[in-house]
């Protein structure tokens, strides 16, 4: 499985950005994606999870309400729609999945994508 991430950018307070993650390989039945974010000098942690048959979701509290994730089947791809941004989501936003149940710890995951830098300016 290979990841592919991307739609990182520079928003202002407030403002929305959503991240794709292309999917090479095999995407079965419990298959999961998982975001995860990274701000300088911290470590990683999780943003939101997705079942990828079922469509089940998890968020980190501190995401929820304002951020959403969500695939295309017919494209392969998954996304992390992101509103309301604040200066703390500021960091770099990786992809990632695994086989199995929709975990919140990296080291869960075995498959990660190069990550994209989300800059939220206040």
């Known amino acids: 499985v290979q990841l592919q991430a991307s739609g990182g950018g520079l928003v202002t307070t407030g403002g929305s950005l959503r991240l794709s993650c292309a999917v090479s390989g095999r995407t079965e039945t419990n298959y999961v994606m998982g975001w995860f974010r990274q701000a300088p000098g911290k470590e990683r942690e999780f943003v939101a999870a997705l079942a990828w048959s079922g469509g089940s979701t998890s968020y980190a509290d501190s995401v929820k309400g304002r951020f959403t994730i969500s695939r295309d089947n017919t494209k392969n791809t998954g996304y992390l729609e992101m509103k309301g941004l604040k200066p703390e989501d500021t960091a770099v936003y990786y992809c990632?999945?695994?086989?199995?149940?929709?975990?919140?710890?990296?080291?869960?995951?075995?498959?990660w994508g190069q990550g994209t830098l989300v800059t939220v300016s206040s």
């Open positions: 990632a999945a695994r086989y199995g149940g929709m975990l919140q710890f990296t080291r869960y995951y075995s498959y």
